[in-house]
């Protein structure tokens, strides 16, 4: 932020989806899993940090069949080509998924890589069965084959944080999701 000068103050971000709608949308993400999910197969979820941490948090409260928890960085290449490409970290392939049932979970499905790229790895190791499930999904053409199973709502194609999601680490803590303005996304890098 300090790059390009400008630091917007909470209060200043306009809000793209309010708490109480993050919520609503949180518990008929939790109630379609739930419906989809035997009450008697153990559930491994796996979410992509950072951004996935406060989805994960809340949704898992509401989740009633026996769960597992897994955390694995995935970050897109930087460089001029961002975004193009992204760097599985080993976590994802050091999980042991052969025949369990696997919920991959993103706060925010953009372009589609780095879903695309953990769901491979993940399917590669033979899981039982594999679902994604995305808060947002930005609306914007996609290069890549990927139709998450549970997505929260559809938002607009702009940059947005709160939510788990980030710009240079900041903002993640918001309880809502809002958009950062051009002029203060561009001094910070995504993950
Ligand atoms: P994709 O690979 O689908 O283009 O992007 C997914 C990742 O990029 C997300 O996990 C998130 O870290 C980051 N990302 C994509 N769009 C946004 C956005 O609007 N805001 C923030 N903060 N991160 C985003
Ligand atoms: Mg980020």
Same mark, same amino acid.
């Given at each position: ?45 796996? &979410? ?7 989805? $994960?948090?809340?949704?898992? *409260?509401?989740? +009633?069949?026996?769960? %597992?928890? /897994?955390?694995?960085?995935a970050r897109s290449y930087s460089g001029t080509r961002r975004r193009e490409a992204v760097e599985i970290l080993d976590d994802v ?32 190791? &033979? ?7 995305? $808060?947002?999904?930005?609306? *914007?053409?996609? +290069?890549?084959?990927? %139709?998450? /199973? ?42």
């Amino acid at each position: 932020m300090a790059a390009s000068g400008y630091a917007p103050r909470r209060t200043d971000l306009p809000v793209v989806i309010s708490e109480a709608r993050v919520r609503h949308l949180v518990r008929r993400l939790a109630a379609a899993i739930c419906a989809d999910h035997s009450e008697g197969d153990t559930l491994v979820i796996v &979410a992509v940090l950072k951004a996935a941490v406060v989805f $994960l948090a809340d949704l898992i *409260r509401h989740l +009633t069949m026996p769960l %597992e928890i /897994e955390l694995v960085n995935a970050r897109s290449y930087s460089g001029t080509r961002r975004r193009e490409a992204v760097e599985i970290l080993d976590d994802v392939l050091e999980l042991e998924l052969t025949g369990r049932h696997v919920l991959l979970l993103d706060c925010v499905l953009d372009s589609g890589h780095t879903l695309a790229a953990v769901l491979g790895a993940i399917v590669a190791q &033979a899981p039982a069965s594999v679902k994604t499930c995305v $808060l947002l999904r930005k609306r *914007r053409p996609r +290069t890549v084959d990927i %139709e998450p /199973e549970y997505v929260g709502t559809d938002i607009p194609d702009v940059f947005v944080v709160g939510y788990g999601l980030d710009c240079d680490n900041r903002w993640r803590h918001l309880p809502f999701v809002a958009e950062l303005p051009e002029a203060a996304a561009s001094g910070g890098g995504e993950e």
